[in-house]
Nanobody, 117 residues
Framework: QRQLVESGGGVVKAGESLRLSCRAS???????????PEWYRQVPGKQREFIARISSTRSTDYADSVKGRFTISRDGSRKVVYLQMNSLKPEDTGVYYC????????WGKGILVTVSS
């Protein structure tokens, strides 16, 4: 049975760090490695916004708002996608979603991140 387990959210102060994880199970490693996982963020009243992407060849893209502070990575052997978030700002507060991990156009349930000033 395919399953996605997300973890790593919480409440931190501005300037601190968090690492989000999105772990897949029920799919084989080659399938996981062929996907292009992404992270998105949503705040109440706003559209979900793209944060980061990592391809099967490990090339990465980032939203301008997080460049230099966030790093997306993947571990094929563990079937996990990470989002390392450093120098967090209050405007980084939101629900973070991993996408395309289990399958293209699949979504996680979301991880709440709250950054206080």
């Amino acid at each position: 049975q395919r399953q996605l387990v997300e973890s790593g959210g919480g409440v931190v102060k501005a300037g601190e760090s968090l690492r989000l994880s999105c772990r897949a199970s029920g799919i084989i490693t080659s399938t996981f490695n062929s996907h292009t996982p992404e992270w998105y963020r949503q705040v109440p009243g706003k559209q979900r916004e793209f944060i980061a992407r990592i391809s099967s060849t490990r090339s990465t893209d980032y939203a301008d708002s997080v460049k230099g502070r966030f790093t997306i990575s993947r571990d094929g052997s563990r079937k996990v996608v990470y989002l390392q978030m450093n120098s967090l700002k209050p405007e980084d507060t939101g629900v973070y979603y991993c996408a395309n991990v289990l399958a293209p156009c699949s979504w996680g349930k979301g991880i709440l991140v709250t950054v206080s000033s």
